[in-house]
């Protein structure tokens, strides 16, 4: 799982109306799903698919399944995971996940 700099995914997130921001879910996404090795039951694709068929509504259960993903894997790695990050991210989303990942590469050096 990689790193990013949080405000800098903001920023370009904005510059580029959102297309940044995709790009930035379907990573962690996929970084998340890869790291689990659950790749024969969730992919980050089929996950974007249910994302635009649902018109963003399926973007509420993904923020909250993909925190208890990384919650899963923070327990693999020994961290304490945020009792109440499943539910923070339900308004904070990506970035909050984010924060979360680049909590993880940082206690793993």
């Given at each position: 799982m990689?790193?990013?700099?949080?405000?800098?995914?903001?920023?370009?997130?904005?510059?580029?109306?959102g297309i940044y921001g995709i790009v930035w879910?379907?990573?962690?996404?996929?970084?998340?799903?890869?790291?689990?090795?659950?790749?024969?039951?969730?992919?980050?694709?089929?996950?974007?698919?249910?994302?635009?068929i649902t018109f963003?509504?399926?973007?509420?259960?993904?923020?909250?399944?993909?925190s208890t993903y990384i919650s899963t894997i923070e327990r693999r790695h020994n961290v304490e995971p945020d009792f109440w990050a499943p539910l923070m991210s339900l308004t904070f989303g990506i970035i909050l996940h984010?924060?979360?990942i680049n909590r993880l590469t940082v206690d793993n050096k």
């Open positions: 990689k790193k990013r700099s949080i405000p800098l995914s903001v920023f370009l997130t904005v510059i580029t109306f879910w379907f990573k962690v996404t996929d970084e998340t799903i890869n790291e689990l090795n659950y790749g024969s039951i969730d992919s980050a694709p089929l996950n974007l698919l249910y994302l635009i963003g509504l399926y973007g509420l259960w993904w923020n909250y399944k993909i984010q924060s979360r």
